[in-house]
């Protein structure tokens, strides 16, 4: 990689994030970074910024690009399959733990629904933040406001869910038993294909506590607060450890 400024490489960084959310070719957007890159150097070397090759305004150049580039169909096609059977799976194994597997008509429209949403959301989220100037302060709190916001309509779903009533579906223990176990191995299938212990790992930081304090003799607050800590002492030891590895990884090259 070329020498470049600190502001060159965070716009192709940004350029990048944008690209991606945007639903473009990886091919296609590293050619474009590349060729950038290496314009940034010269550019940079007669003396001249970011603004002498992109103009004042970082998202007109990047809508440019966008709209240059082909949508890459292929990866909406297999991501968005994979998500909405990733929620599916996940939410299994929660009513699973829980002793009963049961869906209403209202309860998968909602999850499709919400799922969809909060992917646009986030590519939206996305894509503005890689093409604005905003504080690190804003940011923050839009990242918080789109975190909050899938949580929010879940929960708006639950309390519709108990106060409408439509058609429902209801795994006996074969059933459920089918189920966990395709939940399993949707799992382990993607940490397998991503080559990464994600997909084994989170679900069992996010369901082990819960599943090991329920045949204990606390009291259901008291399981909900120790299972809640667990669950972020958990998660903050795997970010602790996957932010050390990436350390060690960038000290390396």
């Known amino acids: 990689m070329v020498n470049l400024s600190k502001e060159s490489r965070d716009f192709l960084g940004n350029l990048r994030l944008y690209l991606i959310s ?16 290496d314009h940034l150097y010269e550019a940079e070397k007669d003396g001249k910024s970011v603004e002498n090759i992109i103009g004042k305004s970082p998202k007109i ?34 009513k699973a733990i829980n002793g009963a597997i049961s869906y209403s008509l209202l309860e998968l429209i909602g ?6 949403f909060s992917l646009v959301l986030i590519a939206v989220l996305f894509k503005y933040v890689a093409s604005s100037k905003a504080s690190r302060i804003k940011e923050r709190l839009l990242f918080f406001l789109f975190g909050i916001t899938p949580v929010a309509l879940f929960v708006v779903l639950i309390y519709l869910d108990q106060s409408i009533h ?6 006996g223990t074969a059933g459920m ?24 790992l989170i679900p069992m930081i996010l369901f082990l506590p819960e599943l090991l304090l329920k045949r204990t003799g606390f009291s259901e607050p008291e399981k909900d607060v120790i299972s809640m800590a667990l669950t972020f002492f958990l998660m903050g030891i795997y970010i602790f450890l996957l932010r050390k590895r990436r350390k060690t990884i960038n000290e390396a090259n």
């Open 22 to 37: 945007d639903g473009k070719k990886e091919k296609d957007i590293e050619e474009i970074v590349g060729e950038l890159e």
């Open 177 to 200: 038993i089918i189920a966990i176990v395709l939940a399993c191995l949707f799992f382990a299938g993607i940490s397998m294909w991503s080559k990464s212990w994600a997909g084994i």
């Open 111 to 116: 999850n499709i629904l919400i799922t969809l």
């Open 166 to 171: 439509t058609p429902s579906v209801h795994f």
């Open 61 to 94: 150049y990047m809508d440019q690009l966008a709209n240059e580039l082909p949508v890459d169909s292929k990866v909406w096609q297999l991501w968005i399959p994979l998500i909405m059977i990733g929620v599916m799976a996940y939410n299994l194994l929660g």
